[in-house]
């Protein structure tokens, strides 16, 4: 027994004198003799994107919002792309794809044929959601592996080829800001599952007159491999703003927001914004003349101080109308700023509390409120920009590049389906902006037999650059036809370094 008890007390010694010696040594690793050997800290670990998923709910939808898809990646090897449909009933697996893509590193052009009616006996429970949801045609996913995984861009293309919205990736937290129900008399709420497995979701609703009453619209059931449709103009009917925040409780879903005047129109489909945050950037603001709307969402019970500050070709500064800004919280606020009328920009939105925001402007397709930017992250590695139209009156397409921090160079490569870049033989441009300034550059459509053609855009931030935001707009007879807030496509993501667990507790 006394040979137990010390034991006991030896091991409980020995472990004394180890954690002594682990804090002795974490001590000295900070010591300036022992930092003057060199960093400790492990470098970051990079791990390669190896699979990818997209969904986009107007391919195969039939009528006004039919569309196909413009998918492109900015990498090299081999991969595929599959692109199926979306079930109104939902599956417990993805059925046999319509689309086997395995070309990476080029533009792909795919056209989705109008998915058959929905089965009258085909029906959908609303849990305990406010608003019942309704089956609706058309729908699709993309599950990339490999390299057509790795810069990854994926959007839904009108029938001339213009890109009309990005294909996202599945998520559990998405916000949309923009005008209500006095503009656009529909809004409509999409919601895809590209998981085997039943999601749940719920939306949380603010408009200009603050939360709407009883609109934790909460316990939408979206099945697997499925789409479901909300109406949600009743919710918020007389609403001048709106914001709509979508979270998952169970499973993941992309979210999508359809806006339009009227029945039978393609309308506008709102871009969605970053998560709220003290500091917002909203690129891609076009030179085109007309009124400009700032739409801002302010989630929290605070108020918030607002300034806005627009970079633009000749530097930053504070538009007409865009400072002391204080707007209540719990709400979706209109913020007219008339004087960025013709000017080419974009518009960072700073704030005492979280916020997110997107802009209109006159444009858009028929029945569309508007043309929408919203705010973005800045590039990361590379964006791409995979449907950008050619051919006679396509338009003319053009990247706003802003750099609202520090200077930046940035590659630009234009590249068709058949893997010719726009500008031949020739290397990507290389364009610089100064800190707080904005660039404007053309983009000329490939030309092949006499034609010009569809192309893609690949928008590469150089080494040692400041933060780049970047919009592509499309522009006919000087009427803003869409813009694209460009989001990184990336092929490989950072992992966190590992540390030793007593010493990553030190203080």
């Given at each position: 027994?006394?040979?137990?008890?010390?034991?006991?007390?030896?091991?409980?010694?020995?472990?004394?004198?180890?954690?002594?010696?682990?804090?002795?040594?974490?001590?000295?690793?900070?010591?300036?003799?022992?930092?003057?050997?060199?960093?400790?800290?492990?470098?970051?670990?990079?791990?390669?994107?190896?699979?990818?998923?997209?969904?986009?709910?107007?391919?195969?939808?039939?009528?006004?919002?039919?569309?196909?898809?413009?998918?492109?990646?900015?990498s090299s090897g081999s991969g595929q792309a599959q692109v199926t449909?979306?079930?109104?009933?939902?599956?417990?697996?993805?059925?046999?794809?319509?689309?086997?893509?395995?070309?990476?590193?080029?533009?792909?052009?795919?056209?989705?044929?109008?998915?058959?009616?929905?089965?009258?006996?085909?029906?959908?429970?609303?849990?305990?959601?406010?608003?019942?949801?309704?089956?609706?045609?058309?729908?699709?996913?993309?599950?990339?592996?490999?390299?057509?995984?790795?810069?990854?861009?994926?959007?839904?293309?009108?029938?001339?080829?213009?890109?009309?919205?990005?294909?996202?990736?599945?998520?559990?937290?998405?916000?949309?800001?923009?005008?209500?129900?006095?503009?656009?008399?529909?809004?409509?709420?999409?919601?895809?599952?590209?998981?085997?497995?039943?999601?749940?979701?719920?939306?949380?609703?603010?408009?200009?007159?603050?939360?709407?009453?009883?609109?934790?619209?909460?316990?939408?059931?979206?099945?697997?491999?499925?789409?479901?449709?909300?109406?949600?103009?009743?919710?918020?009917?007389?609403?001048?703003?709106?914001?709509?925040?979508?979270?998952?409780?169970?499973?993941?879903?992309?979210?999508?927001?359809?806006?339009?005047?009227?029945?039978?129109?393609?309308?506008?489909?709102?871009?969605?914004?970053?998560?709220?945050?003290?500091?917002?950037?909203?690129?891609g603001l076009p030179g085109t003349p007309g009124g400009r709307e700032?739409?801002?969402?302010?989630?929290?019970?605070?108020?918030?101080?607002?300034?806005?500050?627009?970079?633009?070709?000749?530097?930053?500064?504070?538009?007409?109308?865009?400072?002391?800004?204080?707007?209540?919280?719990?709400?979706?606020?209109?913020?007219?700023?008339?004087?960025?009328?013709?000017?080419?920009?974009?518009?960072?939105?700073?704030?005492?509390?979280?916020?997110?925001?997107?802009?209109?402007?006159?444009?858009?397709?028929?029945?569309?409120?508007?043309?929408?930017?919203?705010?973005?992250?800045?590039?990361?590695?590379?964006?791409?920009?995979?449907?950008?139209?050619?051919?006679?009156?396509?338009?003319?397409?053009?990247?706003?590049?802003?750099?609202?921090?520090?200077?930046?160079?940035?590659?630009?490569?234009?590249?068709?389906?058949?893997?010719?870049?726009?500008?031949?033989?020739?290397?990507?441009?290389?364009?610089?902006?100064?800190?707080?300034?904005?660039?404007?550059?053309?983009?000329?459509?490939?030309?092949?037999?006499?034609?010009?053609?569809?192309?893609?855009?690949v928008v590469r931030p150089m080494a040692g650059s400041g933060p780049?935001?970047?919009?592509?707009?499309?522009?006919?007879?000087?009427?803003?036809?869409?813009?694209?807030?460009?989001?990184?496509?990336?092929?490989?993501?950072?992992?966190?370094?590992?540390?030793?667990?007593?010493?990553?507790?030190?203080?």
């Open positions: 027994m006394r040979r137990l008890v010390a034991n006991r007390y030896v091991l409980a010694l020995l472990v004394v004198i180890a954690l002594a010696a682990e804090f002795g040594l974490a001590s000295l690793s900070r010591h300036p003799a022992a930092l003057a050997s060199g960093p400790r800290t492990p470098a970051p670990a990079r791990a390669t994107v190896s699979a990818a998923l997209r969904a986009c709910p107007a391919p195969g939808s039939g009528g006004a919002t039919a569309s196909g898809l413009a998918l492109a990646t900015a449909r979306l079930s109104p009933a939902g599956a417990a697996s993805a059925p046999a794809p319509l689309h086997v893509l395995t070309q990476p590193g080029l533009l792909s052009l795919v056209n989705v044929a109008p998915a058959p009616p929905v089965p009258r006996n085909v029906t959908q429970t609303s849990g305990g959601a406010s608003v019942p949801t309704t089956p609706e045609r058309g729908g699709v996913m993309i599950s990339a592996t490999g390299s057509m995984a790795r810069g990854l861009e994926v959007e839904q293309t009108s029938a001339g080829g213009l890109a009309t919205a990005p294909c996202l990736g599945p998520g559990t937290d998405f916000w949309f800001v923009g005008p209500g129900q006095k503009t656009s008399a529909n809004i409509e709420l999409y919601l895809m599952n590209t998981d085997g497995q039943a999601a749940d979701a719920s939306v949380q609703v603010l408009t200009d007159s603050g939360p709407v009453l009883g609109s934790n619209d909460a316990g939408i059931g979206v099945p697997p491999h499925g789409m479901v449709v909300q109406s949600l103009a009743g919710l918020v009917h007389g609403s001048h703003d709106v914001a709509l925040n979508v979270t998952t409780s169970v499973g993941r879903v992309v979210a999508a927001v359809l806006e339009t005047s009227g029945p039978g129109q393609p309308g506008a489909w709102l871009p969605a914004s970053e998560p709220p945050a003290k500091t917002q950037v909203l690129p700032l739409y801002v969402a302010v989630p929290g019970s605070a108020n918030a101080q607002i300034k806005v500050t627009a970079i633009t070709g000749r530097g930053s500064y504070a538009p007409t109308g865009g400072s002391g800004l204080d707007l209540p919280g719990g709400s979706a606020v209109a913020v007219a700023l008339p004087s960025m009328g013709g000017i080419p920009a974009a518009i960072q939105v700073s704030s005492n509390v979280p916020v997110t925001a997107s802009m209109s402007l006159s444009g858009g397709a028929a029945g569309a409120p508007g043309a929408f930017t919203a705010a973005a992250a800045p590039v990361q590695e590379q964006g791409v920009v995979a449907g950008n139209p050619g051919g006679a009156g396509a338009g003319t397409s053009a990247l706003v590049l802003s750099a609202p921090k520090g200077p930046a160079q940035v590659q630009v490569t234009e590249l068709t389906a058949s893997g010719q870049s726009a500008t031949g033989a020739s290397a990507p441009r290389t364009i610089g902006l100064l800190a707080g300034h904005s660039v404007v550059l053309t983009l000329a459509a490939p030309r092949q037999g006499g034609r010009s053609m569809t192309f893609a855009v780049v935001y970047a919009g592509r707009v499309v522009t006919q007879a000087g009427v803003v036809r869409s813009i694209l807030p460009v989001m990184s496509s990336l092929t490989w993501v950072p992992l966190p370094a590992v540390h030793s667990s007593v010493t990553a507790a030190l203080p």
